[in-house]
């Protein structure tokens, strides 16, 4: 029997509509529009187009934002006056600074100079520390759109035992912090694996369910999982396919073809985890708001 195919799309779509609400809400009551402002250094293609769909996102839901671009050669000292600025300016509920920056620039001062109650990315070390007590003022925007696609599927990570491939600052460890958690939607048990776990498909064999976040096509294959997991598929990577106008295709970090087979559940790329991140970041945003005007 084939697996159910979890929807990112469907799914980050009934979150934007629940934050539609939300935002209705806090103009009509607070006069509060919520408001996130986005930082862009340089030209990179991926992050002209990850700020583009960000600020699409944000019309969509009735947040206000702004996209700010600095040339490639600003200086970091520059950047950091902006974002001290921005910390101050009342209309920004959620700064955003779009990574990567120029090598010339230290990425961890610009992040940890942003006021952690503004950090819509969850990145500041304060941030970092609060996820991992429990008490966040935000989650990070993808493992916790992981999160929401687990719940949401009728697949709550709750006394499930769950293994994490990668260790990521950005999403392998945080995620590893939020399904831990003595919480509704979280209570698994947590086994994050690495580059150096030896023998990973021993480990993920034993997973009710797998997070593939390695960076590695296809890396997870249908041998390394057990009949009835659910495996959530965070790693975007560019193949070559001549089909394809492009040339290329986006393939994540599993045999997607292989493991829908034998899997409960799965997610797709694209289309799977992708969706949620931008929608998280946006719940985030309208979250920053109502903090700032409770």
């Given at each position: 029997m084939a697996a159910e195919i979890i929807s990112g799309t469907e799914i980050a779509a009934q979150i934007r509509e629940e934050l539609k609400g939300k935002v209705k809400e806090l103009k009509e009551r607070k006069g509060t529009t919520?408001?996130?402002?986005?930082?862009?250094?340089?030209?990179?293609?991926?992050?002209?187009?990850?700020?583009?769909?960000?600020?699409k996102a944000s019309e969509e839901i009735g947040i206000y934002s702004e996209t700010i671009v600095f040339p490639e050669d600003t200086t970091e000292e520059v950047l950091l006056a902006k974002v001290e600025e921005l910390d101050k300016d009342p209309k920004f509920h959620g700064i955003l600074v779009q990574?990567?920056?120029?090598?010339?620039?230290?990425?961890?001062?610009?992040?940890?100079?942003?006021?952690?109650?503004?950090?819509v990315d969850g990145f500041h070390p304060v941030n970092v520390g609060k996820l991992l007590i429990g008490e966040p003022y935000f989650m990070p925007c993808t493992p916790h759109g992981v999160q929401e696609l687990l719940v949401r599927s009728g697949n709550s990570p709750e006394g499930k035992h769950?293994?994490?491939?990668?260790r990521s600052n950005i999403v392998g460890k945080p995620l590893m912090a939020i399904l831990v958690q003595k919480k509704?939607?979280?209570?698994?048990?947590?086994?994050?694996?690495?580059?150096?776990?030896?023998?990973?498909?021993?480990?993920t064999k034993n997973a009710d369910i797998v997070v593939a976040a390695m960076g590695s096509p296809k890396a997870i294959t249908a041998d390394m999982v057990k009949d009835g997991?659910?495996?959530?598929?965070?790693?975007?990577?560019?193949?070559?396919?001549e089909t394809k106008k492009s040339g290329f295709r986006l393939v994540g970090d599993s045999d997607f073809d292989a493991i829908k087979e034998k899997a409960k559940a799965i997610t797709p790329v694209p289309g799977g985890v992708g969706p949620m991140t931008v929608t998280m970041?946006?719940?985030n945003t309208v979250r920053a708001a109502e903090m700032h005007s409770a």
């Open positions: 919520p408001g996130l402002v986005m930082v862009r250094v340089g030209e990179d293609p991926a992050s002209v187009s990850y700020v583009s769909a960000k600020s990574l990567p920056l120029p090598k010339h620039i230290n990425a961890d001062k610009v992040l940890n100079a942003i006021d952690p109650r503004k950090d769950v293994v994490i491939c990668g509704k939607g979280a209570n698994a048990t947590v086994t994050v694996c690495h580059t150096g776990t030896k023998d990973l498909a021993s480990v997991a659910v495996v959530i598929d965070v790693g975007v990577n560019r193949i070559p396919d970041l946006m719940a």
